[in-house]
C-alpha cells in the first residue's frame, strides 16, 4: 500500500535531460508537500541514460537536491519501479520516452492495484506538436498543464479525439519565484538569456551575438550579460550545434560585456532587461515583473517560438532596444499563461495536490493505465516508439534489452560513458561537417 494517502513521503522522478530534472524534481516537491519546499518528502531521482543524460555540473547548476540519484536505461527502470512503493511517478520525458514507460508500467504494474501516481507534463511553453505531444502522455494519471491557455488547449485536443481529458490538471511553472523586482541596479544590466537550438542556424546566432555586444558598446554605463545554458560538449534538452562560446571568441567585446552560466534564479536577481528569441526564461522574468524582451529581429515564427507571445506587450527588435526602448506587459496574457504575477502562484499547486490525494484514496486502489495509444489504435506508430526503449508492442522487454538484475561493473560503465562521448562528439563536431559538405 501506498505509504500515506494524506503525505506522500516517497516520490520518483524519470527524467531525460538537465532541464527535464530541474522541472520533474521542482514539479515533484510542488505537488507532494503542502509547503512549496518539499520538505518531508523522499525523492528518488533516475536519469534515463542517452544523449542529453546530464552530466556532474549541470545537475549542480540546476540545484534540485535528491535523496537518491542513478542513471538507468528504460527496462531497468521498469523492472525496479515494479516493486517500489512509491506514491508518485513524475515522468519528466520528452513525450515518445512517456509513451513508452507508461505502456512498460502497465505490463510490470498488472497485478498491482497499489501503484504510484504517474505524472507528466511539459517543461515550458507548448509552441509546437501539441497534438502528438499531448497523445503520446495520454494514459498518466495527472497530465499537467502550466496555464489556464494550456489547459484549454490540452483538453480540446483529448476530448478531440474522443480521449478522456480528465487527467489534465492546472498548475504553473514549478520554477518560478524568486525576489520581486523592485528598480534599477547599479550598474544597469542586460542579460539575453540564450537556447541551444533557437535559433538553429551558424548566420542567426552569430547575428543576435553582433547585435547584444553592439548595445555593450552602445551603452558602456551598462552591463551586458549572455546567460548560457551549458558549455561546449554537453547536452541539454535540445541540440547546440553552434554554441555561442565559440562565436564569441571571434567578437572582440567590450569589458561590460560577460559569459554567465549559473542558476537562472541567481541570474535574474541582478536583471534590469531580460532579452531572449523565446525561452521560458522570459516567464521567470515576468513572473517577477522585470522587463522582458522577446526579440523579432529574426521574425516572429512558429519556428522561433516567439509566436507564442504574441499579444504579450514584450516583442521588440534590438533597434529598439538599444534606443531605450522599456517594454511593458499585457496584464490579461500574463495572467492566461500560469505566471501568477498576481500573487495567486502559492495556491497554483493546490488542484494537482488534492487531485493526488484523491486518487490515493481510491477504494480499491488505482485501475491500470490506459494509454490512448495501443496496438490496435495506432499499429504503424506505436511498436517504433516502443521499440526505441527496448519494449515490444506488449510493453515487455525486447530480446537482447540490457539486463537490470545487477548494477553495471566498472567497465560497463567505461563503455557507456565512452560510447555517450563518442555520440556526443559525433553529433557536435562530425554531423554538422556532413551536412555542410552535402550543402556545397
Not at 36 to 48: A, E, Q, S, V
Not at 84 to 104: F, R, S, T
Not at 142 to 152: K, T
Not at 221 to 243: C, I
Request: hydrophobic residues 40%; charged residues 25%; positive net charge.
Amino acid at each position: 500500500m501506498p505509504a500515506s494517502a494524506t503525505k506522500f513521503p516517497r516520490v520518483a522522478v524519470l527524467a531525460d535531460s538537465d532541464t527535464r530534472w530541474k522541472w520533474g524534481a521542482l514539479t515533484a516537491q510542488r505537488i507532494a508537500s503542502r509547503d512549496t519546499g518539499g520538505d518531508g518528502i523522499r525523492l528518488d531521482g533516475y536519469l534515463l541514460r542517452g544523449r542529453a543524460t546530464p552530466t556532474a555540473r549541470q545537475l549542480d547548476e540546476v540545484g534540485v537536491r535528491a535523496d537518491s540519484l542513478r542513471e538507468v536505461t528504460a527496462v531497468e527502470f521498469l523492472r525496479a519501479l515494479r516493486d517500489e512503493p512509491y506514491d508518485v511517478l513524475v515522468l519528466a520525458l520528452v513525450g515518445g520516452g512517456v509513451q513508452a514507460m507508461l505502456h512498460g508500467l502497465k505490463r510490470v504494474w498488472e497485478d498491482r492495484t497499489d501503484r504510484p501516481v504517474v505524472v507528466t507534463g511539459y517543461v515550458g511553453v507548448v509552441y509546437e506538436k501539441l497534438a502528438d505531444g499531448l497523445l503520446l502522455r495520454h494514459g498518466a494519471d495527472l497530465v499537467l498543464a502550466n496555464s489556464r491557455q494550456d489547459a484549454e488547449r490540452f483538453r480540446a485536443v483529448y476530448e478531440g479525439v474522443g480521449a478522456d481529458a480528465s487527467a489534465v490538471t492546472e498548475v504553473a511553472l514549478p520554477f518560478l519565484g524568486g525576489t520581486p523586482y523592485t528598480g534599477e541596479h547599479d550598474p544597469y544590466t542586460v542579460v539575453f538569456a540564450a537556447q541551444p537550438s533557437v535559433p538553429e542556424s551558424r548566420r542567426d546566432r552569430a547575428y543576435l551575438l553582433e547585435r547584444l555586444v553592439r548595445h555593450a558598446r552602445l551603452h558602456p554605463e551598462r552591463e551586458v550579460l549572455l546567460k548560457l545554458r551549458s558549455k561546449p560538449g554537453e547536452h541539454t534538452t535540445h541540440l547546440e550545434e553552434v554554441p555561442y562560446q565559440k562565436l564569441a571568441q571571434r567578437a572582440d567585446p567590450p569589458a561590460n560585456f560577460r559569459l554567465v552560466y549559473g542558476h537562472m534564479g541567481e541570474v535574474l536577481d541582478r536583471t534590469d532587461l531580460l532579452v531572449t528569441v523565446s525561452s521560458t526564461a522570459a516567464l521567470e522574468a515576468l513572473h517577477r515583473r522585470i522587463p522582458t524582451v522577446v526579440l523579432t529581429d529574426l521574425g516572429i515564427r512558429e519556428a522561433l517560438g516567439n509566436h507564442h507571445f504574441v499579444g504579450s506587450g514584450c516583442l521588440a527588435s534590438w533597434d529598439r532596444l538599444d534606443a531605450g526602448h522599456r517594454p511593458v506587459p499585457d496584464e490579461e496574457w500574463v495572467a492566461r499563461q500560469g505566471v501568477a504575477a498576481d500573487g495567486s502562484y502559492a495556491t497554483a499547486f493546490d488542484a494537482a495536490r488534492e487531485r493526488i490525494a484523491k486518487l490515493l484514496r481510491r477504494p480499491g486502489g488505482l485501475p491500470p493505465l490506459t494509454p490512448y495509444y495501443t496496438p490496435g489504435t495506432a499499429p504503424g506508430y506505436l511498436p517504433g516508439i516502443l521499440a526505441r526503449h527496448h519494449l515490444g508492442p506488449d510493453g515487455a522487454p525486447l530480446p537482447g534489452a540490457p539486463a537490470a538484475d545487477k548494477e553495471p561493473g566498472p567497465v560497463r560503465q567505461i563503455v557507456r560513458r565512452a560510447a555517450r562521448g563518442a555520440y556526443r562528439h559525433g553529433v557536435q563536431r562530425v554531423a554538422p561537417v556532413i551536412r555542410r559538405m552535402g550543402e556545397l
